[in-house]
């Protein structure tokens, strides 16, 4: 069972496990354990409440327990800060994390992205004037992390913006090539 502890709550985040959303201490939601014991990723996504001043949730606990073992459990603390009306917007998008590694690179780079729900995703690599370098994935993916290798050995050393977009959901990052 997971459920969120309205204690920590105050400010009215909403918090969706996933794609359920998690009002408090006595909501919850059932996982089924695989055989093998392990739980999978759960992907959480977390949404302004009521209150559009509230920049700041601020240890948002959620606790993964069995009923049949009370003794078992888990807690994962959450803290979301909103810096603007764009980042509230992404979190409302398919795309609700990224994260590009090794940065910089100078052969492959791996681009991570968390989604909220399976979609069509398109990549491409652009030099600071905004020309199109690399288009490298056009491809449909499913809901959770999904990682990506990117072929950059070809490419001259420099400063690059990957593009990824989903969706009218468009992120934006710097991707430095040196040899």
């Known amino acids: 069972m997971l459920k969120l502890d309205a204690n ?3 400010d009215g ?8 959303t998690v009002l408090g201490i006595n909501n919850w939601i059932d996982y089924a354990v695989p055989p093998n014991g392990a739980i999978g990723p759960i992907l959480v996504a977390v949404q ?3 209150d559009p001043d509230v920049s700041l949730y ?20 959450l803290s979301v800060q909103f810096v603007n009306t ?6 409302n998008e398919d795309i609700i994390g990224t994260r590009i590694f090794p940065n910089p690179t100078s052969d492959a780079v791996t681009v991570e992205l968390n989604l909220l729900r399976s979609t069509q995703v398109h990549i491409g690599l652009y030099d600071l004037l905004g ?9 449909y993916l499913s809901s959770g992390t999904q990682q990506m290798q990117l072929d950059v050995s070809r490419m001259v050393p420099g ?16 991707l430095v090539i040196n040899r």
Do not use: H
Request: charged share 25%.
């Open 8 to 10: 920590t709550n105050l």
């Open 48 to 50: 302004r409440g009521a």
């Open 58 to 77: 601020d240890s948002l606990r959620l606790v993964l327990y069995s009923e049949c073992e009370p003794e078992i459990e888990a807690t994962v603390t």
């Open 86 to 91: 764009s980042s509230t917007k992404e979190l």
């Open 159 to 174: 400063t690059y913006m990957l593009q990824i977009q989903s969706g009218s959901t468009r992120i934006t990052r710097k």
């Open 13 to 20: 985040a909403i918090v969706t496990v996933g794609g359920t």
């Open 131 to 139: 020309n199109l370098q690399m288009r490298d994935l056009e491809s």
